[in-house]
């Protein structure tokens, strides 16, 4: 059974159809790139998956579920968490508050959780009582990540983690991704670091015009010509 399916989403804003009709799929354990041009739908995708955009036509699944049009507060309790490409951090509270922040939904003690969350991120452990505002732009994309695991998710949905960062600091994002993913959390991402990002992924997809276009392994979409020519400059 795939832990997320979504089948035929058409959805957008207001009356502005931008998802014709796309699907994705994402199996227990794997790492999934959505990749495309600007304005494809990339984002409005992870919006209308979590909950956040109303989905007109189509489903989302999600473990055996159908979550389709749920709130995002319930999807949360699912396990499923998304971290936006902006604004998806405190800046004024220190990173301590920040995974504070994330766990607020668990009603058990998440101490022990917060701990494994902060072997994960070495550089955040020494900086636990920083202001967020005050840490580098990869640090504050490591915050926004730890901030999701404090509720133990089975699926990530990231929208361009890495965006906006130094070459050094983009690979050291995709390697704390990798981690997390080994730690046995599922990752969606949309990336437009797309040629590091499918190296690792176990399957890539390309939106274009709010449609699949195409769609194989990482390695597969990184080999084809086309792919490369259209969509990963050349
Ligand atoms: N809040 C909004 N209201 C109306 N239209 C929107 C809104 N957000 C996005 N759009 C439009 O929806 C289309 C798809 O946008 P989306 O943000 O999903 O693209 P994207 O693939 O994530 O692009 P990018 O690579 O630039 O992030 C675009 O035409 C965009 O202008
Ligand atoms: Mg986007």
Redesign the pocket.
Same mark, same amino acid.
């Given at each position: 059974m795939a832990l997320l399916e979504a089948q035929g989403i058409v959805s957008?804003?207001?009356g502005?159809e931008?998802l014709h009709g796309v699907s994705v799929r994402v199996e227990p354990g794997q790492i999934v790139t959505i990749i #495309?041009?600007? #304005?494809? #739908? =990339?984002?409005? &995708?992870l =919006?209308a998956i979590f909950g956040l955009l109303w989905v007109k036509a189509g489903r989302v699944t999600f473990n055996g579920t159908d979550i389709t049009n749920w709130s995002p507060e319930r999807i949360v309790r699912l396990g499923m968490c998304f971290v936006p490409?902006t604004e998806n951090v405190f800046p004024s509270l220190t990173v301590q508050e920040n995974f504070e922040m994330g766990a607020f939904i668990r009603t058990d003690d998440y101490r022990a959780r917060m701990e494994e969350v902060f072997e994960l991120f070495p550089d955040l452990k020494a900086r636990r009582h920083v202001k967020v505002g005050a840490l580098s732009g990869g640090q504050r994309q490591m915050v926004a990540l730890g901030r999701a695991l404090m509720l133990d998710p089975k699926l990530l949905l990231l929208?361009?983690p890495s965006a906006g960062l130094a070459p050094k600091m983009v690979e050291l994002i995709f390697e704390r991704i990798r981690d997390i993913n080994k730690s046995g959390v599922a990752i969606v991402m949309?990336e437009?670091n797309a040629r590091e990002a499918l190296k690792f992924s176990d399957r890539g997809y390309v &939106?274009a015009g #709010?449609e699949n276009r195409f769609e194989d392994t990482g390695p597969a979409l990184l080999q084809n010509e086309e792919i490369g020519r259209l969509y990963l400059g050349g």
């Open positions: 957008g804003y207001g502005m931008i #495309g041009p600007n #304005g494809a #739908g =990339k984002s409005t &995708l =919006k490409q929208d361009e949309v437009q &939106l #709010g």
